[in-house]
């Protein structure tokens, strides 16, 4: 089955919630990267977690960066979501693996380490963009999207994001959901809520059971009037060319392009995001050292 994310409202439009399947996103990070269980479980949860921020903005071109730079062995982690289903990401050292935690999972936290920072870059076409950064609390990702959302967005929310991974070490299941609360509103409603997550044990043992977006969003917000209002469909892809990799050369100025001549090299670059590799020829570094200088 493919990926997808459901946009939905619940309580008379008090609550946002989105959901997202995404096995098949998370797996071809894991086959682009080769990501090991561990690395491809901080990933996964990135990767679900900026795909489902992105479909909660409203511009049509809107874009959303994810960073979490903690202090643990993986490095950063940088997520992309530049149009509502797409996504793309990489981790700074993808062969990081580690034992299971004391709770017999994945130890994300461990990974990450707990001293750092999550960024969230939102571009929805000012002048700049908006940057939030607040400090990473646990490292398990989840909570700390959580706490950027209350404590840069002052939005009060519930994130929850997992990845099952099996014994060959490919994805069986990858998905989460992100509840926010709009501002007044009521204690009772609240409660209803924190008790209905209390009794959510994760998302990974609710994707074991094979839940999709819909059967999580019913399990948290059955009862409460959810209205599902959109689907979208979720995939890994990037949006990295040659001329994108030109673009960025013409950008370094005349001095810069002149220097890479004299050095009589070609120039070579690896997307990040895919591992694409691109080349550019001294007889085309000459045209695009034309180009700068126009
Ligand atoms: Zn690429």
């Given at each position: 089955m493919s990926d997808y994310i459901v946009r939905a409202t619940a309580y008379n439009n008090k609550i946002l919630a989105i959901a997202a399947f995404s096995t098949q996103t998370v797996q071809k990070a894991k086959e682009i990267h080769n990501l090991t269980p561990t690395t491809c479980a901080a990933l996964g949860r990135t990767l679900t977690s900026v795909a489902m921020m992105r479909v909660m903005m409203k511009g049509e071109k809107d874009k959303v960066t994810l960073v979490i730079k903690g202090d643990?062995?993986?490095?950063n982690i940088v997520a992309v979501s530049n149009y509502p289903g797409i996504v793309k990401g990489y981790v700074g050292n993808p062969k990081v693996d580690l034992p299971l935690s004391?709770?017999?999972?994945?130890d994300v936290g461990k990974a990450v380490g707990k001293n750092g920072y999550v960024t969230v870059i939102k571009d929805i076409g000012l002048k700049e963009p908006y940057i939030g950064t607040v400090e990473l609390q646990?490292?398990?990702?989840g909570e700390d999207i959580a706490y950027y959302f209350y404590a840069s967005e002052q939005v009060p929310s519930a994130v929850g994001v997992g990845v099952l991974v099996g014994k060959e070490g490919n994805v069986l299941a990858s998905g989460g959901f992100i509840i926010e609360l709009l501002p007044n509103i009521e204690e009772k409603i609240v409660a209803k809520l924190e008790e209905a997550l209390r009794n959510i044990s994760s998302v990974t043992e609710l994707l074991r059971n094979g839940y999709l977006p819909e059967d999580i969003l019913n399990h948290i917000l059955?009862?409460?009037?959810l209205n599902i209002l959109e689907r979208v469909d979720l995939r890994y892809e990037c949006d990295c060319s040659q001329e994108r990799f030109e673009t960025a050369i013409i950008a370094l100025g005349k001095e810069e392009i002149e220097k890479l001549i004299s050095e009589g090299q070609s120039v070579e670059a690896v997307c990040h995001f895919c591992g694409k590799k691109y080349l550019i020829e001294e007889s085309r570094l000459k045209e695009l050292l034309r180009i700068a200088e126009e």
């Open positions: 643990g062995p993986i490095g004391e709770k017999g999972k994945l646990t490292g398990e990702i059955g009862g409460m009037g």
